[in-house]
């Protein structure tokens, strides 16, 4: 990915990875529009970084998806790079009856939102050059944190998602990249003071290194060993499979 020059949309960018994201992309000259539902948040980011603006977003709500992504076009037209980026993490109970509502926040935020923004802006994408769908994953996709069930669950979700959408559009000129952090110091469960945590500004330089290759999976060092455990040569199982499905199920 080509770090200078795009016009970049990021979901939950008012905070954490989101936010840190987005300056260090603005900061290299990008025209950078962070969304979220917090509009004190944004506003604050927007404040601390002139020429950044900032686009209120509901992501659980497929309606707001929509209106955020017309207004999105309409005021930023050669908006190239969306990464999906908003998502929430809470502990969770497997052994037993999981909070309905907590179950399906998660679900609906971590795995359909990212789905349903990318599906609002993809025929746009599809008419730029340079163009990028990228979406925060976690290590927890690859291998999941038993306290966070529903959590982990959605981010293998979306991994698998990943490798389809990334199969289908190879020769559309779209790229699409997944971001997989390691535990890092934010505010998803309270890890903001975490001494085992990787530290944001850390793993934001990393990020940046990797994302300025042809890398299609984002991965710091302290993602590589969780990578890893998914066995080798995925990649291309995904790709004969999906070359071999494509003519046996073409209609």
Do not use: C
């Amino acid at each position: 990915m080509k770090l200078t020059g795009n016009t970049i949309f990021i979901t939950g960018g008012g905070s954490g990875i989101g936010r840190a994201l987005a300056e260090a992309l603005h900061a290299r000259g990008n025209t950078v529009i962070i969304s979220g539902r917090r509009r004190v948040n944004l506003d604050a980011v927007v404040a601390a970084n002139p020429g950044m603006a900032a686009i209120e977003l509901d992501i659980t709500d497929p309606a707001s998806i929509e209106a955020a992504a017309v207004r999105l076009i309409a005021e930023h037209p050669d908006f190239n790079v969306l990464i999906n980026n908003a998502g929430i993490m809470l502990p969770d109970q497997a052994t037993g009856r999981i909070d309905d509502k907590l179950m399906i926040e998660t679900v609906t935020t971590n795995f359909l939102g990212p789905i349903r923004m990318t599906a609002a802006l993809i025929e746009h994408l599809q008419t730029r050059n340079d163009a990028i769908i990228a979406y925060t994953s976690s290590v927890l996709g690859f291998v999941p944190m038993a306290v966070t069930a529903v959590y982990s669950a959605t981010k293998a979700a979306l991994h698998s998602y990943v490798l389809s959408q990334r199969f289908l559009l190879k020769d559309a000129g779209v790229r699409v990249l997944e971001i997989a952090p390691p535990w890092v110091r934010t505010d998803l469960m309270n890890s903001g003071d975490a001494e085992e945590a990787m530290p944001l500004d850390q793993f934001i330089a990393e990020t940046m290194a990797v994302l300025g290759t042809d890398a299609d999976e984002i991965l710091v060092e302290g993602a590589k060993t969780f990578r890893a455990n998914v066995g080798p040569n995925e990649h291309g199982l995904v790709n004969d499979f999906n070359e071999f499905a494509s003519i046996r199920f073409a209609a």
